[in-house]
């Protein structure tokens, strides 16, 4: 198979946009098809945006999706979309293009090599994910006498100031719509103030740990009680065959009650790793 990729614009968007979610549409600011020569038939798309830095607007591409139907996915559809959108940067004056892709362990080596091989470097920084059940949780009790709301029970007020104070942890906060309301917890003190936040999602009936956030005074008993009630929320409302997943950060507090909390069982299945090519 032959690959060929194409800017998408209103002449041919609605050929290749449907395999991207609505948010990405949105927010993209070039969208990149794959198509293959011989059956002409559009199998893939790229969807970037421009990123800043230091004042400087749109100096980096930085990709936000790329689906490829499974038909045709393979090291050359993967490097031909990914080079059509170097060509795009440089032909429009960027110095970089990040890309980030969760690689299982089993095929780090192998993916790795087709991104370097056309010119993209490997970060050290990498997102370890790990997996497991929630019937391997086991929660202390509560060490703090804070009240426990989930986030549909949140104030307006409330949930403004929850992401202001926990912007400067690592994960992006996305629309409060898209977080799971039973399981998404926050631990708030005697005059409303949230001193601590778990967000979560779900995904065809798993659940996803997107942030923890304990600002709010003693980290480690903060994190024990977010625990205690994001577990007795989720054996209430979800199956105990159902899995957890989180990426850990390298925080030692935050692995150890990882480890502590799943009885040892959590298993790391692979990377959230970002690439960089430069221009």
């Known amino acids: 198979m032959i690959f060929e990729t194409t800017v998408v614009d209103d002449s041919n968007r609605d050929v290749f946009i449907a395999a991207l979610s609505d948010e990405v549409r949105d927010e993209a600011d070039l969208i990149l098809g794959l198509y293959e020569i011989e059956s002409d038939t559009a199998c893939g798309v790229l969807a970037a945006r421009g990123i800043s830095d230091a004042g400087e607007e749109n100096f980096a591409l930085g990709?936000?999706?790329m689906v490829i139907h499974e038909d045709y996915d393979s090291p050359q559809s993967r490097s031909t979309l990914l080079?059509?959108?170097?060509?795009l940067a440089a032909e429009s004056g960027f110095?970089?293009?990040?890309?980030?892709?969760?690689?299982?362990?089993k095929d780090s080596d192998n993916i790795s090599k087709t991104l370097t091989d056309i010119g993209f470097y490997r970060e050290e920084k990498e997102l370890p994910l790990y997996e497991f059940s929630i019937r391997d949780i086991k929660a202390g009790n509560p060490e703090s006498d804070m009240g426990?709301?989930?986030?549909?029970?949140?104030?307006?007020?409330?949930?403004e100031a929850f992401k202001e104070d926990a912007?400067?942890?690592?994960?992006?906060?996305?629309?409060r719509a898209y977080y799971d309301p039973k399981t998404s917890t926050f631990l708030v003190d005697e005059d409303?103030?949230?001193q601590a936040g778990l967000l979560t999602s779900l995904r065809m009936g798993d659940l996803y740990i997107e942030g923890v956030a304990a600002y709010g005074g003693d980290e480690r008993a903060l994190i024990n009680d977010l625990?205690?009630?994001?577990?007795?929320?989720?054996?209430?409302?979800?199956?105990?065959?159902?899995?957890?997943?989180i990426y850990m950060f390298t925080d030692r507090i935050y692995n150890k009650f990882l480890m502590d909390a799943t009885q040892g069982k959590a298993a790391r299945i692979g990377s959230l790793v970002n690439f960089t090519y430069s221009l």
Request: glycine residues 8%; charged residues 20%; contains cysteine.
């Open 192 to 194: 409303g103030n949230i």
């Open 95 to 105: 110095t970089a293009v990040y890309y980030s892709e969760f690689i299982d362990a």
């Open 148 to 159: 426990c709301l989930t986030i549909d029970q949140l104030s307006d007020l409330q949930w």
């Open 83 to 87: 080079r059509g959108l170097q060509d």
């Open 167 to 175: 912007s400067g942890y690592s994960f992006e906060i996305a629309d």
């Open 227 to 245: 625990i205690f009630w994001g577990c007795s929320s989720a054996k209430k409302s979800l199956s105990l065959g159902a899995n957890v997943y």
């Open 63 to 65: 990709v936000m999706e």
